[in-house]
């Protein structure tokens, strides 16, 4: 059992050991004018995707709107009919009792 204990204490402090080692930083070379120009291009090219896109959304939300408005305008003049026939309806009535 001691000897047990003991190898497992030693893997321990082994693994320990191992783990804290220090690793080596490699640094990056330096961009290339071609590699700094191509990435350039990819940029503009994302903000032109980023764009258009936007410029789309808008163009759909105003569709939207424009259907919703005249949609909302019909429904109004429906409305607008079905009260008008009332009050026909109502002064056609009230002229009829009057004659009674």
Request: proline letters at 2%; aromatic letters at 2%.
């Amino acid at each position: 059992m001691k000897t047990l204990i003991a190898t497992l204490m030693a893997a321990l402090f082994a693994s320990t050991a191992f783990a804290q080692t220090t690793s080596t930083t490699s640094t990056a070379p330096a961009a290339t004018p071609k590699a700094e120009e191509k990435a350039a291009k990819a940029d503009a090219k994302a903000e032109e995707k980023a764009a258009k896109a936007t410029s789309e959304a808008k163009a759909d939300t105003a569709k939207a709107d424009a259907k919703a408005e005249k949609k909302a305008a019909k429904a109004q003049k429906k409305s607008d009919k079905k009260v008008a026939e009332a009050k026909k309806e109502a002064a056609e009535e009230k002229a009829d009792a009057a004659k009674k």
